[in-house]
């Protein structure tokens, strides 16, 4: 509903849609005075002079008789200005200024302007409701990989001296930011990222620590955590989509997650089912929202006939409530929901240092990226957008060869060709798939040390091990920078 905000006589309106803020501000022309051809033409030199400002702007006209005296009609305007935005404060300030800008523009155009007058509410309320769904920016264009002369961003420095730089298209492939605790990769990752918004690239980083927010603090990203009532509806599938291959989606993000037995599978499956049947998902056109409780409710109260099946049921409920208890279900569950359209076109940190159990943080991990998956297969988006994952061993862990891939891995190696790059951070590459490391385009290693380490670096990306033994004893934030070409340079961030 509205809420107020008062300035002396000034009054903005705000109403919240899902993670938006919608701002409003509206006032009367009195249209009364004057011959309807002068008001006519005041009206379009104001909206002229209105429309250089870039504002967001509405006219409605109101011609109302006056049944007890019909010579005497009513005809006034309400102009409402308009804005949406991730922040409250960064909306009203927007439609106060352009607010402000309106009134000076309709005192030039010769326009009685009543900026505090009564107004008629219900239609106020009916045009803020139609121009809400009015005010959602278009994406920026996306920056185009085949253009000549790509756009690029400065890593860092060379031994030599120069910059180091990358080329969009080269930006656009996953990378490996290798190194010991303490060796700068953090803080190269925050700096490439911040400097990425130059060309356009936006970026999602799954902040394992609760690092970034501080790190990237200039670029106001949005950043979803338990305490900020802000997070993302895994439940949720687009419109035409069947409920139930949906369930299929989360049951392969749980398993991975969670490693359920077949009986385990069963049970959860089970429960998934009761509760998207129940809350109409598949039969009714409007079906009601699922939350994490109601899922682990549906677990609780199915009727086992066996000890297996009642072991599976309590195995399946000790892993489930973790996400209920771990500060995890206030992002599944926050009441702003960050949509994947709204998660493409913003930078975001999803910030799992608040989040105290590392089963529940792999889960938010896999479910965004999984989903986020499956929305730009479904519409076959390829927009550039980068993600960060923080210790990525957690999602893409060593794995010997003679087992199958993991769907983190294939789902790692997929979201490339949709236009994701990966920047998968972690310490040693010995703890990475073998698979998702050979395959990165860059790699920038800092302090590394143990021959093995080294190894892996000669044998999945290219860096022979007499130049990587001098990572052993690199200072904080210096290191090998490894292009896709195999390019190796001593570099500095
Ligand atoms: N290029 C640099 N020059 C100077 N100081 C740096 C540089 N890069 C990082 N640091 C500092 O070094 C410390 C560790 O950096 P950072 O947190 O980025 O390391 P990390 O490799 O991410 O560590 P961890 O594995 O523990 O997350 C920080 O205090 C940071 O400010
Ligand atoms: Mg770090």
Same mark, same amino acid.
């Given at each position: 509903m509205y809420e107020w905000l008062s300035a002396k006589f000034r009054k903005v309106r705000i109403q919240r849609d899902g993670a938006r803020w919608f701002a409003s501000e509206t006032a009367r022309i009195s249209l009364s005075g004057g011959s309807s051809l002068e008001t006519k033409q005041a009206v379009s030199r104001f909206l002229e002079e209105l429309s250089k400002e870039h504002a967001n702007v509405a006219v409605i006209y109101l011609s109302r008789s006056d049944r007890l005296n019909p010579a005497e009609r009513k005809r006034c305007a309400h102009i409402t200005v308009f804005d949406w935005s991730f922040r409250k404060s960064a909306a009203v300030n927007k439609v106060r200024k352009n607010f402000e800008k309106s009134l000076s523009l309709a005192g030039m155009a010769g326009l009685d302007f009543d900026a505090t007058g009564e107004s008629d509410w219900d239609s106020i309320w009916l045009m803020d409701n139609f121009l809400m769904t009015l005010a959602e920016t278009p994406p920026p264009p996306p920056p185009n990989p085949d253009d000549p002369r790509p756009a690029q961003i400065t890593i860092g420095q060379t031994s030599a001296g120069a910059n180091l730089s990358i080329e969009l298209p080269e930006l656009c492939k996953h990378m490996a930011v290798l190194g010991e605790t303490g060796s700068g990769k953090s803080t190269f990752v925050a700096n490439m990222l911040k400097r990425a918004n130059s060309v356009e690239l936006r970026y999602l980083v799954f902040d394992w620590h609760g690092e970034y927010p501080q790190l990237l603090k200039s670029n106001q990203a949005l950043v979803v955590a338990p305490d900020q009532d802000l997070g993302f509806d895994i439940f949720d599938y687009p419109k035409g989509v069947d409920p139930f291959v949906h369930i299929d989606v989360l049951m392969d993000i749980f398993n991975d997650s969670f490693d359920l037995t077949v009986s385990q599978q069963f049970i959860l499956r089970t429960a998934l089912r009761k509760v998207y049947t129940d809350r109409g998902h598949g039969m009714s056109d409007n079906p009601r929202p699922i939350d994490v409780d109601d899922v682990i409710k549906a677990v609780t109260d199915i009727r086992t006939y066996s000890g297996w099946e009642q072991e599976s049921k309590l195995a399946v409920l000790r892993r489930i409530s973790k996400l209920a208890d771990t500060g995890l279900s206030r992002i599944l569950n926050a009441s702003q929901k960050i949509g994947f359209s709204d998660l493409l076109n913003q930078d975001v940190i999803v910030d799992l240092g608040q989040v105290t159990d590392s089963y529940s943080k792999i889960f938010v991990v896999e479910s965004i990226l999984k989903l986020l998956y499956d929305y730009k297969v479904s519409r076959k988006l390829t927009v550039p957008h980068a993600i960060a994952v923080e210790e990525a061993r957690n999602i893409i862990p060593y794995r010997r060869p003679e087992e199958p891939p993991r769907i983190m891995e294939r789902i790692v190696e997929e979201l490339r060709k949709f236009g994701e790059s990966m920047i998968i951070v972690n310490q040693l590459p010995s703890t990475l798939s073998q698979e998702v490391l050979t395959a990165v385009g860059n790699v920038a290693a800092f302090r590394l040390k143990g021959s093995a380490e080294q190894e892996i670096l000669e044998r999945r990306c290219n860096i022979a091990r007499e130049v990587s033994? =001098?990572?052993?004893?690199?200072?904080?934030? =210096?290191g090998l920078f490894r292009r896709g070409d195999n390019n190796i340079v001593w570099f500095e961030s």
């Open positions: 033994k =001098s990572l052993a004893d690199a200072p904080v934030g =210096s």
